[in-house]
């Protein structure tokens, strides 16, 4: 057997003992850190908490609604809860980092849904997402609680543009969302309207957007567009349309005046009145006006407040009031017209220094200047006042009226107008009419026709008897010619007998003409033989 020797000994191994730490270790390690380092950032990216108030929870979810401002997610919502007095939603919810600046006092937030409304259709993309919360940022110290709108607000956040202040005494269906158009052109709506602390007008507060802003300037005239304006003045009827949506829901107009210049655009919050119709906001504010009261005998009916004063044809004025006075000493009725003449419509030639209006119209009625009133417009049957000459119509005044401030307004004399005059000639021959002994003259009528009837049976009898008498006249006269040709020519029987018979062939030749005549003209035995 051989024997092996093993050339390494176990007694010469030397046995390492060091530790070492295993690399799998370092796993766990890893996995920390990078665990560390996510919630650090998570907490880090995480903004404030803030919290909602909202009148209800419909649509609303935990973990799915979102908040978003300009359709970029910077929120979640994360708990609902009912508030503690039971009358709202209490809604938190997590804002992303950088969300401070925002959360604000006057910031706004609301749930968008699909909305259908005259102004268009909104929200439709929430139909496949859900609701979300919107967010406008606003003003203000900074905030973590809010209450949520009922609607969502009608200025968005990055509109342009300008605000106004329109007041007006009748509010109608102006809403806000209420469209303004200019031009026909959709370029602004209204926000909102209040009372104003004196509780005598309505506050509108408008925005128009931009570029559209830059045309409100000092005299701009902005009002109430129906869609369809029928108005019945002295003038006749005017219809106006305006856009559709106008029509259906109401909307306000405007538009630029000509005598503004380009750099007169008002600044934000300039105010303006807020006429009701467009026939309003045309008419021109004369600085410079002359008050008078007439007096017209006649029915006024037809005459209206702001009914045109006119001059020729022009307007130079209006009808400020109508007014009905009861004079208890002499128990007579008037009616006193007030009536606001306005100058400036007139132009001026050969001014004279010293010369006031006052002076000119004086001057006018000593020249037979008088008032009269007159129909503008037969299908409305509106009146107006029109101004003429009249020279032969004398100045009767009335008593001086007073106002409710107490001042005397001087009479402007009036005439009675065409029609007025018209009726009174109609009246008057009526009445001339009406005297007649119309009865006896019926009866002399009756007679009269009587007696022609018995004239004319009688010429009736006459003309038979004519025809008669010729006949009679032909057949003797043919005997006459016998007796006559059985004479002895040149005798004195056959000369007288010729002579007679001649003037027979006359008589009846008159005759014949005479009975052919009346044959021809029955009514000569009447009315007589006309001149020829």
Known sequence: ???????????????????????????????????????????SEKGPVITISFPNADGLEVDKTRIKYLDVEVGKVTAISISDDLKSIQVTAQMNNG?????KQQTLFWVVRPQVGLGGVSGLGTLLSGPYIGIKPGGGSKQTRFIGLISPPLLKSNAEGKQFILETNNLGSMQPGTPINFHGIIVGEVLSHELSPEADAIKLKVFINKPYDQFVKKNTRFWIDSGVDLSASADGFKVRTGPLIS??????????????????VMAENSRFPLYDTYEQSTQIVYSNTLKYVMYFNSSVRGLTDGAPVQLRGIPIGKVTSINLELDKKTAEIRIPVMVELEPQRISIVNNLP?????????????KGLRAQLQTGSLLTGQLLVDLDFHPKSKIVLNTPVLNINSSVYPEFPTTASSLDQFTH??????????????????????????????????????????????????????????VLNSLEPGSTTHYELDKLLQELGQTASSVKQLTDYLQQHPDTLIRGKKEE
């Open 1 to 43: 057997m051989n024997n092996f020797t093993d050339p390494y000994d176990a007694e010469d191994v030397t046995i390492n003992r060091k530790s070492s730490l295993p690399l799998v270790w370092f796993l766990p390690l890893i996995a920390l850190i990078v665990s560390g380092w996510l919630i650090y950032k998570a907490i």
């Open 99 to 103: 969300a401070q600046a925002y959360l």
């Open 247 to 264: 029509l259906l829901s109401g909307g306000i107009a405007f538009r630029a005046s000509a005598e503004d210049a380009a750099n007169e």
């Open 354 to 366: 010293g010369v006031s209006d006052e002076d000119v119209i004086e001057q006018l009625i000593k």
């Open 425 to 482: 000639s109609a009246q008057t021959i009526m009445d001339k009419i009406a005297k007649l002994p119309l009865e006896d003259m019926s009866a002399e009528i009756n007679k009269t026709l009587q007696s022609l009837q018995t004239t004319s049976k009688t010429a009736n009898t006459m003309l038979v008897t004519a025809n008669t008498t010729l006949g009679t006249t032909d057949k003797t006269m043919n005997s006459a010619h016998q």
